[in-house]
């Protein structure tokens, strides 16, 4: 044992402590003086840069161009659309200074962009030819939390923003849905989790948004996490900031939008999914280190040398792998590494020499395999462990999903087995809150899938319109 | 004539103007509602992905990491450096309210983020085994700016800020000199742009540092831009923010630190330095398109193919090539690329087809060059018009690179031909604002070569200590 694993906590015991254990002492993060902004770490900000690599070239070949819009927005700016401005207005931070100068009119800083990029769709925007305009950017955000929690919630946090216009609603809902599978492909196959697609009820919908679509992902204590959000503005905003194309036949038209994003809460569920009791464990497609090499009594003759060959030959074709030559004691080393979540660690000593062999070592089973120097097995493994944490994370969710018929059930599940539960629902915001009220279990989405032909809502007993996955959630 | 050039001004009749006008309509930028904010653009904010790529592998390569601070700086963390304060002050932007709620300290949005990393620094080095510390950002920074530009002065800008600590004075001035080159070799190389490598003057250094170096470089229309610095801090800040470290003999050191940045102005450079009366012009290293193929009389059978057949061939060899298969005339389409400063055009019609032919067509010579479809000599092509560009630059600048032995001698010269003006100085602060008051040119950089021996002081006539580059700046 060492320092490293002695003081982290017990995830079952306290999930919440054990998260901030991890986040910590596996370098993710560290805190600054202000109230909940964090800073993120060379190892956190390495997964942020990988997460970027992975969309920013799906965005592109989906036909996305990449812009920056201004940090700042003019408070009337903000409140030219009635709802948004509503939803947002209460957590932004306000700008009021300019150096000694008070300003004639306050700034915020944006919590999200929609009042720039339609300010800047307004003025570039004029035939059927500049449509459709496919936009995104990356860029940090600012909302005025009460209570924050190292990426799942904070002041300021990273985050993509997609805004697109369309000369169609039909073509702006196409892009909704497209950029849904977008980020629910990518959760699944390179971050490892799975997760499910619905609608946001009208209550938990996006301000101003005509419909929410979203995925949800369940962590492993039975919380749901949202990972990622596809608006539909219909032509709300367009009205509000005058946003007109001529179409082919010389008609004056407003547009209509979308926007989607994901943020550095997916670094929250990656942890939360997949961690365990020594740490973080990450899946090879997303780790920044994929795999360390260990050597074993370095001193004696040839294992510096074979370390340093075999991490050329690895850095070689493409993996991400690390050498390990400090002076610390292999089982530190073993241990902050599985801290780290790395997904296979390769020792080299003496005794694997001689048989010009290394054992590997996986972080996901614990599993030790010997294998023959010339002859490793490397991308096979890493895609079984990037298999196996997709598979141990769906079982999870899967045995974790119920199905209630009344409210009192849905209540007991939640009570003893906390995770999905799914139900019939009338589709009234009434019935939507009172079960909010009374099990603390939010509306997370409506399902894809038809209602029950015979369904009756859990709340009110009368005919369900919708089926619908509810959840205590972050 | 089309609309593209009909409006552009003369650069030589009103260079501010004709700047406007270029970043205006090559799409790289917009406005926004916010004074001094800028909107980047798809083909500006491409430009900018690129310099990022380039340099970030640099970076990387040299053993840097990135990391991520926050945004906001509470009004004491500010104040902790005396000079450094002093320095940023009055030119940031003050949050003071967070919702409805007024802050107990108000917070400021980073101009440069030096508070913010010793902060950091000062909780995570301890040891000797921790240092060096070699981090980098990417983001953006708010300075409140009164006039503003676009790329060469505005209230928001992005930019890289490295930070770095180290054990000893010698390791930081070396790491200094370092990333000096890696921004030197940058512009050279990959922006086409000669700078000249120096040191500020005591008045000209950044605010905190004990030393700043510069790399300048000249405009089209005689001024200089300063186009990337980097500072060594000493042990100034970690005295001030308390950040020591146990040595190998186990005694408590101070660290010494250094950062240096660039930002989207080298984008404006990129625009003044390249630039003629038909729009921008860019190095094909830092082009997002490198090529445009224009395909001529479409509709005439095989033209079309033969066209998205070239851009296919193309793009597999990693060339940044963009087809235009729009419905604008050739015509319009030239000038609609060359004001986009496309390095290399392509155009396919019936008659080169014939002859298996295309005509080439170079945007900083207009040369036409006809050569055979099998045989396209491209990346010759993109390197001659790389290097055009820079020996262009270059005697540019050493035509306009002058020396003087007095004050009245560099007046006269300022007066007819703007550029830089070299002279022997003092070194004395006194004879420095002497000249920029009467003149209006600024100190842009102690030379690196030695003093003449028997040299004088352009203003007192004393014994010279430095030779010192003047210019009327950006």
Known sequence: MNKYVESITDMDKDFAQWYTDVVKKSEMIDYSSVRGCMILRPYGYAIWELIQKHLDKKFKETGHENVYMPLLIPQSLLQKEKDHVEGFAPEVAWVTYGGDEKLTEKLCIR??????????????????????????????????????????????????????????????EA????????????????????????????????????????????????????????HNFGDGFAKAFD????????????????????????????????????????????????????????????????????????????????LDLSDKTPGWKFSEYEMKGVPLRIEIGPRDLENNCVTMVRRDTNEKITEQLDNLNIEETLEAIQKNLFDKALAHRNKNTFEAKTLDELEKILSTTPGFIKTNWCGNTECELKVKEKTGASARCIAFEKA???????????????????????
Chains 1, 2 share one sequence.
């Not at 919708?466 to 959840?471: D, F, G, M």
């Open 111 to 172: 919590p999200t962009s929609e009042t720039l990029f339609c300010e800047h769709y307004a003025n570039i925007i004029q035939s059927h030819r500049d449509l459709p305009k496919l936009y995104n950017q990356w860029c940090s955000v600012v909302r005025w939390e009460k209570t924050t929690r190292p990426f799942l919630r904070s002041l300021e946090f990273l985050w993509q923003e997609g805004h697109t216009a369309h000369a169609t609603f039909e073509e702006a």
């Open 243 to 322: 946003i007109k194309y001529t179409d082919s036949q010389n008609q004056l038209k407003y547009v209509y939008q979308t926007s989607w994003g994901i943020s550095t809460r997916l670094i929250g569920a990656i942890i939360m999914v997949h961690g365990d009791n020594n740490g973080l464990v990450l899946p090879p497609n997303i780790a920044p280190i994929q795999i360390v090499i260990i050597p074993i009594a370095m001193k004696k003759s040839g294992v510096k040398e074979k370390a340093i060959e075999l991490e050329q030959k690895l850095s070689k074709s493409k993996i991400r792998v690390k």
């Open 175 to 230: 892009e909704t849905l497209k950029m849904l599978d977008v980020y629910a492909d990518f959760c699944e196959k390179i971050l490892a989790i799975p997760v499910i697609k619905g609608k946001k009820t009208e209550n938990e919908k996006f301000a101003g948004a005509l419909s929410t679509y979203t995925i949800e992902s369940l962590m492993h204590d039975g919380r749901a996490l949202q990972s990622g959000t596809s």
């Open 452 to 474: 029950d032909e015979d369904g009756k809502c859990l709340c009110c007993g009368e005919k369900s319109k919708h089926k619908i996955y509810w959840a205590k959630a972050y």
